[in-house]
Nanobody, 124 residues
Framework: QVQLQESGPGLVKPSQTLSLTCTVSGGSIMAVDYRWTWVRQPPGKGLEWMGVIDFEGTTSYTPSLKSRTTISRDTSRDQFSLQLTALTPEDTAVYYC????????????????WGQGTLITVSS
């Protein structure tokens, strides 16, 4: 059974860059039937999908965050990472990594496995 685990700093200062890593176990980020995503949830608000990386390393980002977001991967370690630049307090959120089901002729796009989430607070 696949498991995902986020790791990151917890507290970052405004204007700095956030770096998070998701370690995947029980599966491979090179699997063609899956994509690997980052999602966040600010306090008291809904989930916000941030971006995705596929088995070839191709990425896609939500338009509102595209200029500040980079998703990358380390296939030798089955890890994928998020970088978010120019942080503001509005970036305070629980950040999740998740696996997207992309199997079949008409992929569902369902996020079928999640990490436990890590709270990132942006504050001076």
């Amino acid at each position: 059974q696949v498991q995902l685990q986020e790791s990151g700093p917890g507290l970052v200062k405004p204007s700095q860059t956030l770096s998070l890593t998701c370690t995947v176990s029980g599966g491979s980020i090179m699997a063609v039937d899956y994509r690997w995503t980052w999602v966040r949830q600010p306090p008291g608000k809904g989930l916000e999908w941030m971006g995705v990386i596929d088995f070839e390393g191709t990425t896609s980002y939500t338009p509102s965050l595209k200029s500040r977001t980079t998703i990358s991967r380390d296939t030798s370690r089955d890890q994928f990472s998020l970088q978010l630049t120019a942080l503001t307090p509005e970036d305070t959120a629980v950040y999740y990594c998740a696996r997207m089901d992309y199997s079949g002729t008409y992929p569902s796009g369902v996020l079928d496995a999640w990490g436990q989430g890590t709270l990132i607070t942006v504050s001076s």
